[in-house]
Every structure is written in C-alpha cells, then in structure tokens.
C-alpha cells in the first residue's frame, strides 16, 4: 500500500506537468480553431516553456522569485496530498496556499499590469473559494469521507447525486473567471500581445516556473473533476478520464463562445451559485441518501 | 550539483539547452507612422496566416524575446523607447527592421525630427522592405533570422499577394 502510494505521488511529480501542458495545448488549439486558425500544436506549450528557461537567468529576478517557488511548492504539495490519498479539504487550502503566494509575488514585482493580474487572481479566489469548499462538503456528504482514497477507491458514483455542484466547480473556478484581458498567468492568446499579466515583470525562470505551478494547478483542478467519476473500477476509470478531458475541451469552448465576466459579476454568479444550488444539491442529497 | 553534472555525463543525458524546441518568442515595437506596417504585423496573427502554427509567439517582456521587430518611423520619441527596450533585450536577440520606415526612414527620411531607420540607434540583423510590408515578408524573414525551417505550407483560406 505504501509503495503504491508512493509510487503514485512520484507519478504524480513527474507526469502531472505534461499533462497540464497538454491540457493547455488542448485549449490554446480549441481558441485557435474558434477563431479561424489553425494553431500551434498542443505540445506547443512545453517548448515554449523550454525555450524560456533555456534563455536563463535575467537580471530583474527579485524577491518575487521566491514566492513563486514556494507558488509551485504549494501547488506540488495539493497534489501530492491528493495523490497519497489524504484529505480533501488539505488539498483545496495548499491551492489557495500557491494562489495566495502567486498574489503577493506579482504585487511585489511591481508593474502596474502584475498588480492588475494579482488584483484580478485575489478576487478570482475568493470568488472560487466557497464553491471549492462546497465541493469538498457534498463528497463528505455522499460518500461520509474527506479521504481522497476513500472517496477515488470505495465511494459511490458521486457524479450525478453532486450534479449542480460539479457544474458549479466546473463554471466557476476553471471556466469563465479566467478569460480575459488580464488572463491568469500567463496569457495564450496570440491578439495578448502586450500584456503579460501576472508574470509581467517575472524574470524568465521565474515566468517558466510559474507557468509549471499553473500545470500541476491544472492537473490537481482536473483530478479532482475526476473524483465525481471514480468509484475504484476500472470502468468508471475509464469513464472518469475520458469525462475529465470531455470537461477540459467543453470547458475551452466555454471560454471562447462567452464574454469574460467582470469581477463583480463573477463574484455574485459564483457566490450565488455556490450558496443556492450548492446548499439545494446538498440538501437533497442529504434528504435523499 | 557537481553529481548531477557526473551522472549527465555517466548516462549521456542531455541538458536543457541542448534540447532544440520550435518556440520563438517576438517582441514587437512599433514607433509612430501611418500604422499600416503594425497593421500588417497584426495580420500575420489573424487567420489569414497564423504565426502560431509555426511556433511564434508574441510577448510583451523584451527579455524573453528571441525577435526584437521594428516597424513604423522613429523618431525622438519613439528612439527613448526603442532604446529602454533594446537595452532590456538578452544580448542573443536579434533585430528585424520591417518597413521601409524601419529600413531607411523612407520618405520621410531627412524631415525634422525623423531618424534614418532603426539601424541609426540600434543594430539591426535584417532589413525587410516593403510599404507596407507585407505579412509573407514578415514571416519569411522571421523564420530566415530565427532558423525555424517548420513548413506547414498555408493556411486555409490565406490570400496571396
């Protein structure tokens, strides 16, 4: 048991960049098909990465360099407690955790469109936070564990009990929020030509490392996605992990057919919907079960 | 760190810089002008002819550019700015003047006020001409200057000149 723990925590530190990568290449060529082109390809994003770190050090590397590394940390560790098969709800706050450091790192750095994106992450998190938590309730609700072992290997089919919750944790933390002028991190549309956000003012390992935390980010996001599908038989494995891409690829359309949302509105919609049709899927759940 | 060198050498493994990505990143600076070579800067992006399927990518960070491209006319003004950015880029960027303003200054070039082309404040690797320039010209000499050999031959729906 120990060693297949461990096994997967190490799987998870190795693969889980490349399938975030690819995940991002899956939405930069979903957005170029949306708008005519025909797009990089999807390991695209692994080069560019490549090619940022093999350019080296700069000479404006500051103090943010270290909050993102301990960005990346946090974002390392939600995935390592989440692959050890601990507790959920560890898992959402070491997400906030790299969130929260990626917000001081790029206020820190100083440029007016780094604060913008810190400024526009900050509320993008509180925005996401009570649906996260939600999430983690409804689990604990239907299947009587934050566990994330017992949750992936002996619990219930948590898909269709948890509907409005999973479309919640689908639209709001990963979907709509991040689309705009001032995308999370670092954006992939090539009209972005100016603005680079949070890693405005990033040195470029530290623009390169920032971009990794973003893939395990990514990876942790889908694999909880993944938990509605699991229930520990291979069947619903395969069906988790094909649902869980289906998600990613609707989730890129999503961002290409809808307008951004304006802070303001993203904070009421995903409050709103957290707090009533999450509060209304947990109480039937509850009746019912 | 002398380990990780020993067990690099011991099993051969290649280090990151000796791996050969398609990823060439483009800073664009666009000084003053009729805009029409910004404009065809901007077109070499749309659909028509899509730079990202061969593995350009735009930034707005001067120091993570392997492209510095000038375009448009310069002058006092936009000379300070082209300067700060110059002096931000990694000492390996190149500089491609795009337009005969970038090239030379044009037709205006001995008016009060206008430079003689980019080469009079910066060095310049390659000069494309043109008024405007066209979008082909731009992504010849972007992949000439950068060694990208990719041919994906032309999007769907490219107009030819």
Redesign the interface.
């Known amino acids: 048991m120990i060693i297949k723990t461990i096994l997967s925590v190490l799987a998870f530190i190795v693969f889980a960049p490349f399938a975030g990568a690819i995940l991002t290449g899956i939405t930069r060529k979903i957005s170029a098909r949306a708008q005519g082109r025909d797009g990089g390809d999807i390991t695209q994003p692994i080069s560019d990465c490549i090619a940022l770190l093999q350019k080296g050090r700069g000479e404006n590397s500051g103090i943010q360099g270290y909050y993102v590394k301990v960005s990346l940390f946090f974002n390392v560790l939600a995935g390592v407690l989440f692959y050890a098969g601990m507790d959920l709800l560890m898992t959402i706050a070491c997400l906030g955790l790299g969130i929260i450091f990626m917000v001081i790192a790029a206020s820190v750095s100083g440029t007016y469109y780094s604060r913008l994106g810190a400024d526009r992450l900050a509320r993008e998190m509180v925005a996401a936070a009570p649906m996260m938590f939600m999430v983690a309730i409804g689990f604990y609700v239907r299947c009587g564990s934050f566990d994330v072992k017992d949750l992936a290997m002996s619990g219930p089919v948590a898909f269709l009990p948890l509907l409005g919750l999973f479309a919640g944790y689908m639209l709001i933390p990963c979907g709509k929020l991040r689309r705009s002028s001032f995308e999370y991190r670092m954006p992939h549309a090539m009209y972005q030509k100016d603005m680079n956000s949070i890693a405005d003012a990033f040195d470029r390992k530290d623009a390169a490392i920032c971009e990794i935390g973003s893939w395990y980010e990514k990876t942790v996001l889908y694999s909880i996605t993944y938990l509605f599908f699991a229930n520990g038989t291979l069947l619903m494995t395969a069906v988790g992990v094909v649902c869980t891409v289906l998600t990613a690829v609707l989730q890129g359309i999503i961002e290409n057919i809808e307008p951004a949302a304006d802070g303001r509105r993203a904070f009421k919609s995903a409050w709103l919907w957290a707090f009533v049709i999450g509060i209304v899927n947990l109480v039937i759940i509850y009746i019912i079960i | 760190m002398r380990s990780v060198a020993k067990i690099k050498d011991r099993f051969k493994i290649p280090g990151?810089?000796s791996?050969k990505?398609?990823?060439?990143?483009v800073f664009?600076f666009d000084g003053s002008g009729c805009d029409g070579c910004n404009a065809e800067y901007i077109a070499c992006?749309?659909?028509g002819w899509?730079?990202?399927?061969l593995?350009f990518?735009?930034?707005?960070?001067p120091?993570?550019a392997?492209v510095l491209l000038v375009t448009g006319l310069l002058d006092e003004e936009a000379k300070r700015g082209l300067i700060e950015v110059y002096e931000q880029t990694?000492p390996d960027c190149k500089v491609v003047a795009a337009g005969v303003c970038a090239c030379t200054g044009g037709l205006f070039d001995g008016s009060k006020g206008i430079l003689s082309g980019a080469d009079s404040v910066i060095p310049v690797d390659l000069y494309v001409a043109g008024c405007a320039v066209r979008p082909e010209s731009i992504i010849d000499a972007l992949m000439e200057i950068t060694g990208n050999d990719t041919n994906?031959g032309t999007?769907?729906?490219e107009e030819t000149a």
């Open positions: 990151l810089k791996l990505v398609n990823s060439n990143w664009h992006l749309s659909p899509d730079i990202e399927r593995g990518r735009n930034t707005g960070n120091s993570y392997d990694r994906k999007p769907e729906g």
